[in-house]
């Protein structure tokens, strides 16, 4: 008897100091490990900037286009309509789709200073779903993006670079996106 007598008073000794620590601002649900394990997976995965969540190949190659052509300043009008085309075309996209992927991609792009060390976190989550001619059509449109005024300024041949050593291609060919 004297038994029970302990493990019941231990119990509400515990009790009596969670309430208390509860009391004084301890909250109760970070000692509860499933619950700190959801919060950090969250965490990780919202925490980050969006441009470094994008998973569809699409979206990976219009963001890394529209950062070409912005590292240089100022994105003119004929660069606009140039871009528009290539999502219109390429990409497959009606006229309004492909101007609201540039809005989109202006907007991922505001806050990001360097881009060419942001473009492996871009890829990194995408890599996967990339098809080899998908990586071979990425690196060719930014080519073909940047040599649309005159030859790459040498912090576009080396994000384009960064992209080709991240997919590991040599040969550079059109491909087909879908």
């Given at each position: 008897?004297?038994?029970?007598?302990?493990?019941?008073?231990?119990?509400?000794?515990?009790?009596?100091?969670?309430?208390?620590?509860?009391?004084?601002g301890?909250?109760?649900?970070?000692?509860?490990?499933?619950?700190?394990?959801r919060r950090r997976k969250w965490r990780m995965l919202y925490g980050t900037r969006p441009i470094f969540n994008l998973t569809k190949p699409?979206?990976?190659?219009?963001v890394l286009i529209v950062a070409v052509l912005r590292e240089e300043g100022e994105i003119s009008r004929e660069q606009k309509s140039e871009v528009l085309r290539i999502f219109g075309q390429e990409f497959h996209l009606d006229a309004g789709k492909a101007?609201?992927?540039?809005?989109?991609?202006?907007?991922?792009?505001?806050?990001?200073?360097?881009i060419e060390q942001s473009v492996q976190g871009i890829i990194a989550p995408a890599k996967s779903n990339f098809t080899s001619?998908?990586?071979e059509s990425l690196?060719?449109?930014?080519?073909?993006?940047?040599?649309?005024?005159?030859?790459a300024s040498q912090v576009q041949a080396r994000i384009i670079e960064k992209v080709e050593s991240e997919f590991g291609h040599e040969s550079v060919q059109a491909g087909v996106w879908s």
């Open positions: 008897m004297h038994i029970v007598i302990g493990v019941i008073t231990a119990l509400a000794g515990l009790c009596w100091a969670l309430i208390a620590l509860q009391r004084s301890l909250d109760l649900n970070e000692l509860n490990p499933f619950l700190w394990a699409l979206e990976v190659a219009a101007a609201e992927m540039y809005k989109s991609c202006l907007f991922l792009l505001k806050d990001e200073m360097n001619e998908q990586a690196i060719a449109l930014l080519k073909r993006v940047t040599a649309m005024e005159g030859p």
